[in-house]
């Protein structure tokens, strides 16, 4: 009998740990929440990324459309106005074990009728290049880890090329070469 009553003791103590083990998870969880909330960071969906673009980077006027390029741990997403006049960009970072994204503060940037190009450098041989295509680029070719890579362009609309590897080059033709 007192073996028994030893065994329920140390069964009732293991659950006892767990279950503070599992209210001290939450509450370290909810304290990462509410400091990333605060600073912006706020994970999101990927089916949720646009609308949190437009959220969270808002621009002169409502966006006409957002474009998004989707790289390994990022998505680039660009924001514009109107006929692709001006605009905005921003690169959401993969969190690490889950499918959830965050807002990257530093790579936010205007795009504008005389500077219609942007640049990301996101992470080691990973970069991004947003454009309205102002210049009406119909083609581009991508030199990337010794490989070239030939990218169609709607001369009409804007773009976003991605470039993850060892960069060597970018050439944009438009319709006169």
Do not use: H
Not at 19 to 29: D, I, K
Not at 120 to 135: E, F, H, Q, T, W
């Amino acid at each position: 009998m007192t073996r028994t009553d030893s065994t329920k003791k140390k069964a009732k103590n293991i659950v006892l740990a767990i279950l503070v083990l599992l209210v001290v998870l939450v509450v370290v969880l909810l304290v990462v929440y509410s400091r990333m909330n605060r600073i912006g960071m706020v994970p999101v969906a990927r089916e949720d990324i646009a609308e949190t673009f437009r959220e969270e980077v808002p621009g002169e006027q409502e966006y006409s459309d957002v474009l998004l390029a989707e790289g390994e741990d990022f998505i680039v997403c660009l924001g514009y106005y109107g006929n692709g006049s001006a605009g905005k960009y921003a690169a959401f970072s993969k969190l690490p074990f889950v499918d959830f994204w965050v807002l990257d503060l530093m790579s936010t940037g205007s795009l504008t009728f005389a500077y219609p190009n942007g640049y990301m450098g996101l992470k080691d041989n990973v970069r991004a290049y947003p454009s309205l295509n102002i210049d009406q680029v119909e083609r581009i070719v991508l030199r990337v880890d010794g490989q070239q890579e030939e990218i169609a362009v709607d001369p009409q609309d804007p773009f976003i090329v991605i470039a993850e590897g060892e960069f060597e080059g970018m050439t944009l033709y438009t319709e006169d070469g």
